[in-house]
């Protein structure tokens, strides 16, 4: 069994296969877990109707409350009150496993380093007080997030999509964060931490891996993830299996 940890498939406008057919799919290549990840308020609940609407189904799917730093600083139509006061109330939905995806990305120009760190540390509150683990979004911003993210005393959380250097990923492992390979590391040269603190991602419908590069991305990709993974780590295909599906129930409680 696999698990994908972070994916998009709840917003209609970002696939072009129905629900359904992402599902049998992802059910034939043995991913059997799915959270789809919210990126604002709005979608956050989508992403909570959705998981709802395919759970009392029988899918296995989750699904997380976030609000990506970048929406924040162009897209946002409420306070970061009422967001905050939204979240409280829709984490009780036992669907919910966590918060995010939430962060800091200095990566675009014109960002706004002080609002995103405002919004990140509201929203750290919430998930250290709800215990709630965090799918983290950090973009060229570590030397801004580090000093934050020790204020806290979170849940075992992800650095999801992590592409950054081998110093940030000592970091990262320094502090016991899990790190979210995804299809990225099919195509790119990017540091990897051990395989005991993997989880598995794909990001649908963004990053797809090889050999599918081109196509929509999907969470029955996360095989081809771990098949890649069973070269990197030199380890058998069940191996990688069970070490990441048992890290994403753990941080998750899935």
């Known amino acids: 069994m696999l698990v994908d940890t972070h994916t998009h498939i709840h917003a209609e406008s970002d696939r072009s296969e129905s629900a359904e057919d992402i599902f049998t799919h992802a059910h034939s290549q043995g991913v059997d877990k799915i959270i789809t990840i919210g990126t604002r308020p709005e979608d956050s609940i989508v992403a909570q109707n959705f998981a709802e609407k395919w759970a009392e189904k029988g899918e296995k799917i989750f699904w997380t409350f976030g609000f990506h730093p970048n929406e924040y600083v162009e897209k946002d139509r409420q306070t970061l009150t009422n967001?905050?006061?939204?979240?409280?109330?829709?984490?009780?939905?036992?669907?919910?496993?966590?918060?995010?995806?939430?962060?800091?990305?200095?990566?675009?120009?014109?960002y706004d380093a002080q609002r995103q760190r405002e919004l990140l540390l509201a929203m750290l509150q919430l998930a250290q007080d709800s215990k709630k683990p965090v799918s983290f979004h950090i973009r060229d911003a570590f030397d801004d997030f580090w000093p934050i993210f020790d204020n806290f005393h979170l849940a075992a959380s992800v650095l999801h999509s992590y592409s950054d250097n081998e110093k940030n990923l000592a970091e990262a492992l320094k502090r016991d964060l899990y790190i979210g390979i995804n299809g990225l590391s099919t195509?790119?040269?990017?540091?990897?931490?051990?395989?005991?603190?993997?989880?598995?991602?794909?990001?649908?419908?963004?990053?797809?891996?090889?050999?599918?590069?081109?196509?929509?991305?999907?969470?029955?990709?996360?095989?081809?993830?771990?098949?890649?993974?069973?070269?990197?780590?030199?380890?058998?295909?069940?191996?990688?299996?069970?070490?990441?599906?048992?890290?994403?129930?753990?941080?998750?409680?899935?």
């Open 187 to 254: 195509f790119a040269s990017i540091p990897h931490p051990p395989l005991e603190r993997v989880v598995f991602e794909t990001d649908a419908p963004y990053l797809t891996p090889r050999p599918f590069r081109g196509k929509m991305n999907k969470p029955g990709y996360v095989r081809n993830i771990a098949e890649w993974a069973t070269d990197y780590y030199k380890v058998d295909f069940d191996e990688v299996a069970v070490i990441t599906t048992a890290n994403a129930e753990k941080i998750f409680k899935i």
């Open 83 to 110: 967001a905050v006061n939204m979240a409280s109330e829709a984490i009780k939905s036992p669907q919910n496993v966590g918060i995010g995806e939430i962060g800091l990305d200095y990566h675009f120009y014109g």
